[in-house]
């Protein structure tokens, strides 16, 4: 069966289960000082083995570490997790942590159990886990492979404000006239995959962001060399269409992530 590769963006991200499945993801921005930033890699690096065995007994689909650039100490995040599930009640409820310990010992089985708590407790101190968002993904390009989904693979994350009241209209217009030229590029090996993401929890006037595009390269040069023509083929009818949604979103903020550490 055909698999996919979803941003991040997991997007952000590489889907690792069919195309007919829906994946759901948890995004967590994080905050690290620069003075932070050796005892973060340290942490990472610890917990990645330990998503390793959270893959392998079924918890999750998979996870990744992705470095946010601009990154400033002013500008929010400098990194950000993506663990992706199957299930949406597992995502929300915390039963794919119920096993951690036994995840932990798996990961590190020369470990005490004693250093492994106090290793796990002791992950808080490196970074301020400043943002948590439950979404699902609602729309990907299809046509890559999960082989594509390597470190290094740079993700441009475009996050949206749209009204409850105009969902609709913004995700018709981006699955109808945005998507199929997303697609066009996926196929002439500009870019490794498009998707679009929609979040669960938490929503409302005072949230950020309400959804995100995620857009997936090889590298920084194909990413800053992406060119794509939005008014190819257009008619007045997609050309009301892609006005329509583009009135009923508010571009907040554009990332640009690279993967640096992954769990499949």
């Known amino acids: 069966m055909k698999k996919v590769v979803l941003l991040l963006f997991g997007i952000l991200l590489c889907n690792l289960v069919t195309a007919q499945e829906t994946l759901y993801l948890t995004f967590e921005f994080m905050k690290v000082d620069n003075e932070q930033e050796a005892a973060y890699s340290e942490t990472e690096e610890f917990w990645e083995k330990i998503q390793e065995q959270r893959v392998k007994a079924g918890d999750i689909l998979g996870w990744d570490l992705w470095s946010l650039q601009p990154g400033g100490e002013m500008q929010d995040f400098q990194y950000l997790t993506v663990s992706i599930y199957s299930d949406p009640v597992k995502m929300m409820d915390g039963s794919s942590w119920n096993n951690l310990m036994d ?42 492979s999960a082989a594509e989904m390597v470190l290094g693979t740079v993700a441009q994350v475009d996050m949206m404000k749209v009204d409850l009241m105009n969902y609709a209209t913004y995700e018709k217009a981006e699955m109808e006239v945005f998507q199929p030229l997303h697609q066009k590029a996926v196929d002439a090996g500009d870019k490794i995959s498009w998707g679009l993401i929609r979040f669960l929890n938490p929503i409302g006037s005072d949230t950020y962001a309400s959804h995100m595009t995620v857009s997936m390269f090889k590298d920084y040069g194909q990413a800053l060399n992406q060119n794509i023509n939005y008014s190819e083929g257009a008619t007045p009818s997609v050309t009301k269409l892609m006005q329509e949604g583009i009135s009923a979103r508010d571009m907040k903020y554009v990332y640009m992530a690279k993967l640096i550490r992954m769990a499949r």
């Open 103 to 144: 995840r932990a010992k798996a990961a590190y089985p020369a470990m005490s159990e004693t250093d492994l708590m106090a290793k796990l407790n002791g992950s808080a101190k490196t970074r301020d886990l400043a943002v948590r968002i439950f979404a699902q993904e609602i729309a990907t390009t299809t046509g890559s």
